[in-house]
């Protein structure tokens, strides 16, 4: 999974990025074109591959990873090339979602951008920019259509939804805002639309306030502006990431605790993608390694078993599942799993579930 972190200068990008380098295994260049955004490389942390391995010996754990992408150059103009902007917008298309990192604090040593903190303002900058790229590519896609339309009458329908996204856009809104139906949703997803797709947005907030943020006008104004889209929002501080990043995991549970928080931002960045994109984890296990893999929710059991490899999914017979914490009542004894009728014997139609742990049978 690919997320791309995106935000005006002075916002807090650029510092929560390097906290999430540090935070992950690696960092590294992703070589989009000649200008290469900077990748944070992060595991995505999961107690019950821990239990898992401890439970079976393992030799390997193997976490699924995020790959944070640390977009620059986004400012006005970006659409029309300002700042290297069409590069930029290009690695966007490349995400399967977006980081916007909004600025809700006040701190006269950090100067805006803009002369004042408005992260609503903020928002309607960078979205501008992705709605008038976007008009750009329903102009093309609309004129092929219409040209193409005395020999192919079926192309009616597309012109129609084309012209209606072209007026949500020209309106000032994304096009994730559109009142699309199903069959409509489907097709805008073929065009690949920067403003279509998913956001996050992180809300950065000073470290005095990370703790308690219910009289913070602006968190609020961008959790409203987030609900009426559909988007997700998570609260962060840059600045405390930054710190916890430095920690040892047990001294990060700790920190976090003497704050009062539950989770850190990052954490709460991996919960919202997951939750964003619909995406649930299966597990496999045993001696030779522990495993998480990251699937869409409702994918049949051969297409989870292709994630681990194609030759699985081709040959799929059938999978042997049990739920992560029935096993674990078990004592991770698939014998006694088995004697209980609690390991099941599931076909191609069967749609993995969150925790599901497979064994996968196939024919090579």
């Known amino acids: 999974m690919k997320l791309g972190i995106v935000g005006l200068p002075n916002v807090g990008k650029s510092t929560l990025f390097n906290a999430i380098t540090k935070a992950g295994a690696e960092a590294a260049n992703y070589p989009f074109c000649t200008i290469e955004p900077n990748v944070g490389v992060v595991t995505v942390p999961d107690e019950r591959l821990k239990v898992l391995h401890d439970m079976y010996n393992s030799k390997k754990t193997v976490y699924t990873t995020i790959e944070f992408f640390d977009i620059a150059g986004l400012v006005k103009g970006a659409s029309k090339g300002e700042g290297l902007g069409n590069k930029f917008l290009g690695h966007i298309r490349e995400v399967s979602a977006i980081v916007h990192v909004v600025r809700c604090f006040e701190d006269p040593n950090v100067v805006h ?7 609503l303002s903020d928002i309607e900058t960078i979205n501008l920019e992705l709605i008038l790229s976007d008009l750009e590519v329903l102009d093309r896609r609309l004129q092929r259509a219409q040209k193409n339309l005395k020999g192919d009458k079926t192309l009616q329908s597309e012109i129609e939804v084309l012209q209606k996204l072209k007026a949500v856009l020209e309106s000032g809104k994304t096009a ?7 069959e409509e949703k489907e097709f805008v997803e073929s065009l690949d639309l920067l403003s ?10 000073s470290e005095d306030e990370i703790a308690d943020t219910e009289g913070n ?9 987030a609900e009426s889209e559909g988007s997700e929002v998570v609260v962060i501080s840059a600045r405390l990431e930054s710190e916890i990043a430095e920690l040892e995991d047990e001294e990060r549970a700790a920190f976090l605790e003497d704050l009062g928080i539950a989770e850190s931002g990052l954490d709460k960045l991996i919960k919202a993608s997951y939750h964003l994109l619909n995406l649930i984890s299966f597990l496999t296990a045993g001696t030779p390694e522990v495993r998480a893999w990251t699937i869409t929710r409702g994918s049949k059991a051969p297409q989870a078993a292709g994630k681990i490899h194609t030759d699985f999914e081709k040959g799929f017979i059938r999978a042997e599942t049990i739920p992560y914490d029935k096993l674990i009542a078990c ?12 390991i099941r014997s599931e076909g191609k139609e069967y749609e993995v579930k969150d925790g599901d742990v497979i064994h996968f049978l196939f024919n090579v």
């Open 113 to 119: 951008v803009d002369g004042k903190v408005d992260p």
């Open 217 to 225: 006008a602006m968190v609020k104004a961008v959790t409203a502006f």
């Open 196 to 205: 279509y797709k998913p956001v996050i947005y992180a809300a950065n907030v």
């Open 176 to 182: 994730r805002s559109a009142d699309l139906s199903e």
């Open 331 to 342: 004592g991770g004894n698939l014998a006694t799993a088995r004697e209980k009728g609690l």
